[in-house]
């Protein structure tokens, strides 16, 4: 199985990544960035839609920038739906 250093995260998201469960690049890619982010958001209140997009884009293997107009819009709207 792969470290979660694998997908470039930095330090401080492996991290929190692993405080929430997640210990593996298999395991984010099996749960998502959706659920990721749910997880995150639980424990860290601030975790904002940035983290969501960073995730996603490190599962896609692109740079967030690179992520599709499409995906950011149905990313923030999940995200404004668990903020709420």
Request: proline share 1%; net charge positive.
């Amino acid at each position: 199985m792969a470290e979660i250093t694998s997908l470039k995260l930095g330090k401080t998201m492996e991290k929190k990544l692993r405080s929430v469960g997640i210990y593996t690049a298999e395991a984010l890619r099996e749960i998502g960035s959706k659920e990721a982010v749910f997880r995150l958001k639980a424990q860290y209140p601030s975790t904002c839609v940035v983290i969501l997009y960073h995730l996603e884009a490190a599962l896609q293997g692109v740079e967030m920038k690179e992520l599709a107009s499409s995906c950011k819009t149905e990313l923030k709207a999940f995200f404004n739906q668990i903020k709420a």
